[in-house]
């Protein structure tokens, strides 16, 4: 027997009653040709398990399971939309789970076995802070496949010497290889968000070069806290600023746009090493 079609998104929209809250957020993607092109640049997806964050009426969570993907993963905490996709969860007999919590606290590790990737539309007010923690544990994914918006995007991917590049950059790309994708314009949102998008796709290196988090985190916020000043003023509040500028092999006049990756991450060394050797107890 043929199994029934799905109903269209706007029609799972309208009979749930999944006006798009702002505090969630959420902006929906319903061409579905747009959320098969982000499910087919995720790929290859055989066999590797998605986590999926934010799938509201399930427009992207269709194409994911279009895929040859072991299984998908759906987190959600609107209960509205929890309730639209059950239909879906029958339909896709057995290959969708739905987790309804907020994904700010979740370890994605252990919703699903490895290989595993994220493939989302994130939220907007969350997508920088749940791509941090992500960073953190990059290790443990195959890709992360993302919507920001496109200023976060190009941030992502700045090079040092552009105006873009900041704090963002530097951790994203010390954890991940970085690929902006193609831009999708707000009209494709309901509602359509005030500016425009971008899909990414980070792949995290499978050797991250060693330095400390906490560290690169103190050398990154003091460099681009006051990022027109002089790295001798704006790394003051570290000190051994002599120390930290000669192992990135820059000048102390240099400003932060100014300081490659890799240079951020010898000073976060030099600076665990400054602190450590301050905090030994004496002979």
């Keep these: 027997m043929t199994e029934p079609a799905l109903p269209p998104l706007g029609e799972v929209i309208?009979?749930?009653?999944?006006?798009?809250?702002?505090?969630?957020?959420?902006?929906?993607?319903?061409d579905l040709n747009l959320t098969r092109r982000i499910a087919r640049t995720a790929g290859p997806l055989e066999g590797v398990a998605v986590v999926e964050i934010g799938p509201g009426p399930g427009g992207l969570t269709r194409a994911l399971l279009e895929t040859a993907a072991a299984r998908v993963v759906a987190v959600e905490r609107d209960p509205r939309?929890?309730?639209?996709?059950?239909?879906?969860?029958?339909?896709?007999?057995?290959?969708l789970e739905l987790v309804e919590a907020?994904?700010?606290g979740l370890d994605l590790s252990t919703l699903a076995?490895?290989?595993?990737?994220?493939?989302?539309?994130?939220?907007?007010?969350v997508a920088t802070p749940l791509l941090i923690g992500w960073l953190r544990d990059s290790t443990a994914f195959q890709s992360l496949t993302l919507m920001f918006q496109r200023e976060v995007a190009d941030r992502l991917a700045a090079a040092a010497g552009s105006a873009g590049y900041g704090?963002?950059?530097?951790?994203?790309?010390?954890?991940?290889?970085?690929?902006?994708?193609?831009?999708?314009?707000?009209?494709?949102?309901?509602p359509p968000p005030k500016v425009a998008s971008a899909v990414v796709r980070l792949v995290p290196h499978p050797t991250p070069e060693p330095?400390?988090?906490?560290?690169?985190?103190?050398?990154?916020?003091a460099a681009f806290g006051q990022r027109r000043k002089m790295l001798r003023t704006s790394l003051k509040p570290l000190g051994a600023v002599a120390d930290l500028v000669a192992a990135a092999g820059v000048s102390a006049t240099a400003r932060a746009e100014e300081v490659p990756v890799a240079g951020f991450l010898a000073m976060a060394r030099a600076l665990s090493a400054v602190s450590s050797a301050s905090s030994a107890p004496s002979a």
């Design 14 to 30: 309208r009979a749930h009653g999944l006006a798009a809250k702002r505090g969630l957020g959420q902006h929906f993607l319903l």
């Design 81 to 95: 939309c929890i309730d639209a996709l059950a239909p879906l969860v029958a339909h896709a007999a057995g290959r």
């Design 102 to 104: 907020d994904a700010r």
């Design 113 to 125: 076995p490895a290989p595993r990737a994220v493939v989302a539309n994130l939220p907007y007010n």
């Design 167 to 190: 704090r963002l950059s530097v951790i994203t790309q010390w954890r991940c290889r970085v690929d902006v994708l193609f831009g999708v314009p707000a009209r494709a949102f309901t």
């Design 211 to 221: 330095a400390p988090w906490s560290a690169v985190e103190r050398v990154t916020a």
